[in-house]
């Protein structure tokens, strides 16, 4: 019964946050929470018998603990217009969980013996691992910290029909999106240093490498939005 | 930023975080306390002297396709067969169907009654599922049968789930079914066929194979709890293409063998030990024995004997043959034809040895049938022609 209320929040905040990505950034906000309502409607009326919860759920597809977290902070940031997550946190919310998804998914559908799925039952190292970045990221103020938080305490509260912490982490949207957002950024920096070398035979300033990285603004222009 | 700068929201925020991995982490000490418990092998003598040898049909002809049979006993003696049936396989009418027959010798096989089928369990999950496929029945830590099996959306095996439903009263009466997950991809392509071991802390490890993109093998390892059973552990055999479908039997509290169908025609079966109470897994070799990519079953007998029930041919499934090991898988002796005509099937043997000594034998037969045998170990013997 908790999975279920989960997986029915979850689906909600999703379509909730793929409506007010669609709505124009000039919108205001009651036209942005009316917005959202009429989705959230449309997703509660059955089809086929199903409504698209319970539709995403026989495909398997319940979202994380994760992606409601950033799901949820980006429709906050949005319609309320406060950023719980800042730049900084984003973009090691990319990285993290595309380092995530190149560990976990190869092999766990069948490249090689090891099998890094199995290790989210029982998690006791994994779990000192991810206390350990976060402690790191509390040290360095990073707020991605409180989505690591979030899926652990989701994991804690049982509140997927799962019982291993990978699927509390991550999730194939998550993974593929993260895994976008990075290989985009990787091409736009790419084709910039390339712009670079080419009217610049000295080659890149490594400076200039130093501070792209360090205040976000690499993903932030993939993304397509100001850092 | 140093330590010694930390404000007091840092250090709350640092308390809160630790305490919710601190309340993950006892939990998780909990189940890795589970891993290495061993086996539970229960001493099951050699059974009569004088051979004993039966055959029939569990279920009618119905024109109907069946396959994929399963066995357990229940603590009355009585035997219980699940299987699946429907107009193909894979086709959304597909149901799965219980018997069960008496312990008394010569005792009929009851009328088969439908236990699950795609809208009942849709119901109980409450999602859509397109179609139902392969169940395993055994007995759960709580001395409940219980029934693994396997659920799709949409399209073939590679988007099966796992599912399981509890039974307090042999199979008259199910609790609901639940979703077991097993796969980080939508927890899709994990199916079952063969018997789950036992460990000596209740909880047991049921044989699965995924075949999603990768066909391999692996164990779930399930605990029951109060209403539901989940899953605590998992343990691959091997990655790639090359095998699935496990067939384990525990020679001793630490030390098992898992026997494979490849995953490929034209191939032998592979074999896997265990000599850690099933926590690790030796990487899966082939054999000297063929496999057709065809399902196969093996039960450990007295004296540390293993008997194995397989499609004995490198194609096809038309002959089906009882083989024997006393030396721990090493080498077999062919026991008996059981099966063999040309462009028939018979596949999907399941074994099962009863508490009174007997071994119980069902599997596919033409597809249209599921054929059961009974015989005990003076049968096997006299079959190799040696002297109990």
């Given at each position: 019964?908790?999975?279920?209320?989960?997986?029915?929040?979850?689906?909600?905040?999703a379509?909730?946050?793929a409506?007010?990505?669609?709505?124009?950034?000039?919108?205001?906000?009651?036209t942005?929470?009316?917005?959202?309502?009429?989705?959230v409607?449309?997703?509660?009326i059955?089809?086929?018998?199903?409504t698209?919860?319970r539709w995403l759920a026989?495909?398997?597809?319940?979202?994380?603990?994760?992606?409601?977290a950033?799901?949820?902070?980006?429709?906050?940031?949005?319609v309320i217009?406060?950023?719980?997550?800042?730049?900084?946190?984003?973009?090691?919310?990319w990285?993290?969980?595309g380092?995530?998804?190149?560990?976990?998914?190869p092999?766990?559908?069948g490249l090689?013996r090891?099998?890094?799925?199995?290790?989210g039952w029982?998690?006791t190292?994994?779990?000192?691992?991810?206390?350990?970045?976060?402690v790191?990221?509390?040290w360095r103020?990073?707020?991605?910290a409180?989505v690591?938080?979030v899926?652990?305490?989701?994991?804690d509260?049982r509140l997927?029909?799962?019982?291993n912490?990978?699927?509390?982490?991550?999730?194939p949207?998550?993974?593929?999106?993260?895994?976008?957002?990075?290989?985009?950024a990787?091409?736009?920096?790419?084709?910039?240093?390339?712009?670079r070398?080419?009217?610049?035979?000295?080659?890149?300033?490594?400076?200039?490498a130093?501070r792209?990285?360090?205040?976000?603004s690499?993903?932030a222009?993939?993304?397509g939005?100001?850092? | 930023?140093?330590a010694?700068?930390?404000?007091?929201a840092?250090?709350?925020?640092f308390g809160?975080?630790?305490?919710i991995y601190?309340w993950?982490?006892?939990?998780a000490v909990?189940?890795?306390?589970r891993?290495?418990?061993?086996?539970?092998?229960?001493?099951?003598?050699?059974?009569d002297?004088?051979?004993?040898?039966?055959?029939?049909?569990?279920d009618h002809?119905?024109?109907?396709?069946?396959?994929?049979?399963?066995l357990?006993e229940l603590s009355?003696?009585?035997?219980?067969?699940?299987?699946?049936?429907?107009s193909?396989?894979?086709?959304?009418?597909?149901?799965?169907?219980?018997a069960?027959r008496?312990?008394?010798?010569?005792?009929?096989?009851?009328?088969p009654h439908?236990?699950?089928?795609?809208a009942s369990v849709a119901?109980?999950?409450h999602r859509?599922v397109?179609?139902v496929g392969n169940a395993?029945?055994?007995?759960?830590g709580?001395?409940?049968?219980?029934?693994?099996?396997?659920?799709m959306p949409?399209?073939?095996?590679a988007?099966?789930?796992?599912?399981?439903k509890l039974?307090?009263?042999?199979?008259?009466?199910?609790?609901?079914?639940?979703r077991?997950?097993?796969s980080?991809?939508?927890n899709?392509?994990?199916?079952?066929?063969?018997?789950?071991?036992?460990?000596a802390?209740g909880?047991?490890?049921?044989?699965?194979s995924?075949?999603?993109?990768g066909r391999f093998?692996?164990f779930?390892?399930?605990s029951?709890?109060?209403?539901?059973?989940?899953?605590v552990?998992m343990?691959?055999?091997?990655?790639?293409?090359?095998?699935l479908q496990?067939?384990?039997v525990?020679l001793d509290?630490?030390?098992a063998?898992?026997?494979l169908?490849?995953a490929r025609a034209?191939?032998?079966i592979?074999?896997?030990?265990?000599?850690?109470?099933?926590?690790?897994?030796?990487?899966?070799?082939?054999?000297?024995?063929?496999?057709?990519?065809a399902?196969?079953?093996?039960v450990?007998?007295?004296?540390?004997?293993v008997?194995l029930?397989?499609n004995?041919?490198?194609?096809?499934?038309s002959?089906?043959?009882?083989?024997?090991?006393?030396d721990?898988g090493?080498?077999?002796?062919?026991?008996?034809t059981?099966?063999d005509?040309?462009?028939?099937e018979?596949s999907?043997?399941?074994?099962?040895?009863?508490?009174?000594?007997?071994?119980?034998?069902?599997?596919?037969?033409k597809?249209s049938?599921?054929?059961d045998?009974t015989?005990?170990?003076?049968w096997?013997?006299?079959?190799?022609?040696?002297?109990?």
């Amino acid at each position: 019964m908790t999975a279920e209320v989960f997986s029915l929040a979850a689906c909600l905040v999703a379509v909730l946050a793929a409506t007010v990505a669609f709505v124009p950034r000039d919108a205001t906000r009651r036209t942005r929470l009316a917005t959202g309502a009429v989705a959230v409607t449309l997703a509660l009326i059955p089809v086929g018998g199903w409504t698209l919860p319970r539709w995403l759920a026989g495909l398997g597809a319940v979202p994380s603990a994760s992606s409601v977290a950033l799901l949820a902070a980006f429709v906050w940031a949005r319609v309320i217009g406060w950023d719980v997550l800042d730049a900084r946190a984003w973009r090691t919310a990319w990285c993290f969980f595309g380092a995530a998804a190149v560990v976990l998914y190869p092999m766990a559908l069948g490249l090689g013996r090891l099998d890094p799925y199995a290790l989210g039952w029982g998690a006791t190292w994994m779990l000192g691992v991810l206390w350990a970045i976060s402690v790191g990221l509390v040290w360095r103020q990073n707020r991605f910290a409180l989505v690591l938080a979030v899926a652990v305490l989701a994991f804690d509260l049982r509140l997927l029909e799962s019982t291993n912490l990978w699927d509390y982490l991550i999730d194939p949207p998550l993974a593929a999106v993260s895994l976008s957002v990075l290989a985009t950024a990787g091409v736009h920096r790419l084709r910039r240093w390339r712009t670079r070398t080419a009217s610049d035979p000295g080659g890149e300033d490594p400076g200039i490498a130093a501070r792209g990285s360090a205040d976000g603004s690499w993903i932030a222009k993939a993304e397509g939005r100001n850092p | 930023m140093t330590a010694g700068a930390w404000s007091r929201a840092t250090w709350i925020s640092f308390g809160v975080i630790t305490g919710i991995y601190l309340w993950a982490g006892v939990r998780a000490v909990g189940v890795v306390s589970r891993a290495t418990v061993g086996f539970s092998v229960e001493t099951i003598g050699h059974g009569d002297a004088e051979p004993s040898f039966s055959e029939g049909f569990v279920d009618h002809d119905t024109g109907r396709m069946v396959h994929v049979a399963s066995l357990s006993e229940l603590s009355d003696g009585r035997l219980v067969a699940v299987w699946y049936s429907g107009s193909h396989e894979g086709s959304g009418d597909v149901a799965l169907y219980l018997a069960t027959r008496g312990r008394e010798k010569g005792a009929a096989w009851s009328q088969p009654h439908e236990v699950a089928s795609p809208a009942s369990v849709a119901r109980e999950l409450h999602r859509p599922v397109g179609k139902v496929g392969n169940a395993v029945v055994f007995i759960d830590g709580e001395g409940r049968l219980a029934m693994v099996f396997v659920t799709m959306p949409f399209g073939g095996w590679a988007l099966s789930s796992l599912n399981v439903k509890l039974s307090a009263d042999g199979g008259t009466s199910w609790l609901p079914a639940q979703r077991l997950t097993s796969s980080p991809l939508f927890n899709l392509g994990t199916l079952v066929k063969n018997k789950p071991l036992r460990l000596a802390d209740g909880s047991l490890l049921l044989p699965i194979s995924h075949e999603f993109l990768g066909r391999f093998p692996g164990f779930l390892q399930l605990s029951s709890r109060d209403q539901t059973m989940e899953v605590v552990a998992m343990r691959r055999l091997c990655g790639g293409r090359r095998f699935l479908q496990p067939a384990a039997v525990a020679l001793d509290a630490q030390t098992a063998l898992a026997l494979l169908r490849s995953a490929r025609a034209g191939e032998t079966i592979g074999v896997a030990r265990s000599t850690d109470g099933g926590a690790s897994w030796s990487e899966p070799a082939p054999s000297h024995l063929p496999n057709p990519d065809a399902g196969l079953d093996a039960v450990a007998l007295s004296q540390g004997r293993v008997l194995l029930a397989f499609n004995d041919q490198r194609s096809g499934r038309s002959r089906l043959d009882l083989a024997l090991s006393t030396d721990a898988g090493a080498n077999w002796s062919t026991v008996t034809t059981l099966e063999d005509e040309p462009g028939a099937e018979f596949s999907y043997p399941f074994l099962l040895r009863g508490h009174d000594g007997s071994t119980h034998l069902v599997y596919t037969w033409k597809r249209s049938r599921l054929k059961d045998l009974t015989f005990n170990e003076a049968w096997i013997e006299g079959k190799l022609g040696r002297v109990p």
